[in-house]
């Protein structure tokens, strides 16, 4: 399990949403009218159309993350510190980090419990999201 090592950090690539992909994902899991309506989006605070916040995460988590540790995983224990930081508009690339912040071996299940920390960046290397999440996975 030399890949939970605390302070192992992972280039999970980066995410592109078009108008489409915010609105289709609205439609299904977020139908409020700034992530549906580009016109009332306008009148908000955000001025324009915006992805709703578990966007980026649940492409990156199924793209990216499961891939990689999903076949490990005995059970999901936690997110928490979810961050919305700044919102997330069409067409703007979002980098993604994830880091290893905790590993804690729990010996009654044979398995470890491993924090993670997702960063989510826009191109200016301003944090839009982060969040924390926690699985046990197998030793």
């Known amino acids: 399990m030399n890949e939970f090592a605390v302070g192992n950090k992972y280039n999970l690539g980066e995410i592109i949403l078009s108008e489409n992909d915010i609105i289709e994902f609205a439609k299904a899991f977020d139908p409020l009218d700034f992530h549906l309506d580009p016109e009332i989006a306008k009148k908000t605070i955000f001025k324009g159309l915006i992805a709703s916040g578990p966007h980026i995460f649940n492409l990156i988590y199924r793209r990216e993350w499961l ?3 999903g076949k490990t995983v005995i ?16 067409n703007q690339k979002i980098t993604v980090e994830l880091s290893v912040l905790t590993v804690n071996p729990e010996t009654k299940i044979g398995g470890t419990a491993v924090s993670w920390l997702f960063e989510f960046k826009n191109e200016k290397e301003e944090m839009v999201q982060l969040l924390h999440m926690e699985v046990m996975h197998k030793s």
């Open 67 to 69: 891939p990689r540790f």
């Open 75 to 90: 059970c999901g224990t936690g997110v928490s510190n979810w961050k919305f930081i700044k919102p997330v508009y069409a």
